[in-house]
């Protein structure tokens, strides 16, 4: 009789943090995926990752960091701002080296709808 008790609590906490989960999930949304997005574009259109179908392995995000949402950027209705920094080995197609690669893009959430640029390397320990 205990079993079928302990079940039912605990499918009540579960259920109960999951009520709790979704706002903050939210919020960030649809981000892996603009990062995998990014992977994606970096192999089709770098010269070195385009050059052969593994010339870029070992993708490694480094760091994400949030970036404060100026006034502005909330009044055009940014919901987030995150700053991802990315590494990666791309061999040289010339001379066959593999060698590391890194970029950096911040990632801004305006109406729902992701968009991304290119910014300046990032402090990996502190994504600042």
């Not at 052969?52 to 100026?70: L, M, Q």
């Not at 701002?81 to 305006?110: C, H, N, R, Y």
Request: charged share 20%.
């Amino acid at each position: 009789m205990k079993t079928p008790m302990c079940a039912a609590l605990a499918a009540l906490v579960l259920a109960g943090c999951g009520q709790a989960q979704p706002k903050a999930q939210d919020k960030y949304a649809g981000l892996e995926q603009q990062i995998l997005d990014w992977r994606t574009g970096l192999r089709a259109s770098d010269p070195a990752c385009s050059a052969k179908a593994d010339a870029c392995t070992a993708f490694e995000v480094g760091c994400k960091g949030e970036r404060p949402i100026t006034s502005a950027e909330a009044a055009k209705g940014m919901t987030a701002k995150v700053v991802v920094a990315m590494s990666w080995t791309a061999l040289d197609p010339k001379s066959g080296v593999a060698s590391p690669v890194a970029g950096v893009k911040q990632f801004e959430k305006i109406g729902g709808a992701w968009t991304s640029h290119a910014v300046a390397p990032v402090n990996l320990s502190t994504c600042g």
